[in-house]
């Protein structure tokens, strides 16, 4: 008998589904997926009626499993295997997992599986292994030729076939450097990772506002939907041949998605230790893929702390052409304003209607889909839009490189920008007038009552 354990319901069934060939080729051997999403009871029933040898499945079930069926027999396990061990810790699982074991036989096999090897997972081998032997999987570069590319791969932590870009910007062009990306990029698989599931949330329904976006799958994903929604939108990336998946870090860790051409880091991890997790959904098996990693010009010692932990980055320019898709409303105003006022003085001589005409070209150059249109349209959009900010600021507390990402000194006016917010929302960091409010332009002259759903 052995039990495999894993972090997330996704990665639990993409276990399950690899293990039924060799499984079906065994005689009298049953596998049974446990994870959360269903009854428990229908689970102990098939248990008790079908009977296992195998169960993959999730602490949590495993967990509900154990403590409410006292006929199951585990006496005749041999094998544990806790994937991406040191996840299962750091999401709070320690004491399901320590009640899993306490019921399991002392005499076993256990392995803990990563395809990153961090210094969290060493630790845990030898703390809880008994003569632990470490197994590492290396893939090779193949272009003996090149010395400095050899000898680059060798001292880095990423496959030799990933790219890693970062760029630097402003929160409130971040959006704009974003869309552009997308947009250049419109026949290839992304993955974007953002802070929190409200983050992901709200990109999912303002980032289809943008005209040069539509047409283009754009599919949420994220801890907090319905196991059937989040099954579904797996699968549904995961045959697509281009698309773009939205997601926390629920789909950070040994998913593999076939076909992935790049991953995008809109949101910096919490735990620096999710950054080669994150990125190493690309490149798998030898294949080419790319990264890109977006920080605030505050962050940039980002970069050379990724390096010390040989993960080298390069830099990437934000794109001069990238079209403003939350533009200043104010600027617009002025715009027109300036337009009647010089119309009414007849003084419309060539030097002016060039100078109108060249901030109309400004104004036509953004999106028509603006998320803060969008906003002042749908109210689903304005709300969502403010959930996502104030759990992104919340989050931003949490970073475990508190050094860097420095949440006291994060300029929440450009960031609301950023966010398409119509007015900041009242919390206490506003409040108190703790953080930077600069770069913010409220939407005047608004009832926000008489914004209704769509």
């Known amino acids: 008998m052995g039990i495999i354990i894993s972090p997330t319901r996704e990665l639990s069934s993409q276990i399950y589904n690899v293990a039924q060939p060799f499984i079906s080729t065994l005689r009298n051997v049953k596998s049974m997926l446990l994870v959360g999403g269903g009854e428990v009871k229908s689970d102990m029933k098939k248990i008790e009626e079908q009977g296992a040898n195998l169960l993959i499945g999730t602490p949590g079930r495993l967990y509900d499993i154990m403590e409410r069926m006292d006929v199951l027999d585990l006496h005749n396990l041999e094998i544990l295997i806790l994937d991406e061990a040191d996840r299962l810790l750091d999401m709070g699982f320690q004491k399901q997992i320590n009640y899993v074991i306490s019921r399991l036989p002392k005499l076993r096999r256990t392995g803990l599986f990563s395809a990153t090897q961090t210094e969290a997972v ?96 754009l599919i949420p994903l994220h801890g907090k939907l319905k196991q059937t929604v989040r099954e579904k939108a797996l699968a549904l990336f995961t045959s697509l041949s281009g698309g773009i998946l939205l997601c926390t870090d629920v789909a950070a860790r040994g998913l593999d998605i076939p076909g992935v051409d790049c991953i995008v880091q809109y949101d910096p991890p919490q735990d620096p230790n999710v950054f080669i997790h994150r990125v190493g959904r690309t490149a798998r098996l030898g294949r080419q893929g790319s990264a890109i990693v977006f920080l605030f010009p505050k962050e940039e010692a980002y970069v050379e702390f990724l390096r010390l932990r040989r993960v080298p980055l390069q830099e990437r320019r934000c794109s001069d052409d990238a079209s403003d898709v939350v533009p200043q409303v104010r600027t617009i105003h002025v715009i027109v304003t300036c337009i009647s006022a010089f119309a009414a003085c007849h003084l419309m001589d060539e030097c002016i209607i060039f100078a109108i005409f060249g901030g109309m070209a400004w104004v036509g150059k953004c999106w028509s889909g603006r998320f803060r249109s969008a906003a002042r349209k749908d109210r689903d959009v304005m709300e969502k839009g403010l959930r996502a900010f104030v759990s992104y600021i919340r989050a931003y507390k949490e970073h475990h490189c508190s050094y860097i990402f420095r949440w006291k000194e994060l300029e929440i006016g450009k960031l609301a920008m950023g966010y398409g917010l119509l007015q900041l929302p009242s919390m206490p960091e506003v409040k108190q007038h703790s953080l930077s409010t600069e770069g913010f332009v409220p939407v005047e002259d608004i009832n926000f009552d008489e914004i209704k759903y769509k």
């Not at 010395?147 to 971040?174: F, I, M, N, V, W």
């Open 122 to 217: 060493e630790e845990l081998s030898k703390a809880g292994l008994r003569n632990p032997v470490r197994i590492e999987v290396r893939a090779e570069t193949k272009s003996i030729n090149d010395l400095a590319s050899s000898q680059q791969s060798s001292s880095s932590k990423t496959p030799s076939g990933l790219h890693l870009e970062y760029l630097e910007c402003e929160a409130d062009k971040k959006p704009s450097q974003l869309v552009d990306l997308l947009i250049k990029n419109k026949s290839k698989k992304i993955i974007i990772y953002f802070m929190t599931c409200a983050c992901v949330d709200y990109w999912g329904v303002v980032l289809p506002h943008v005209t040069a976006l539509k047409g283009l799958s």
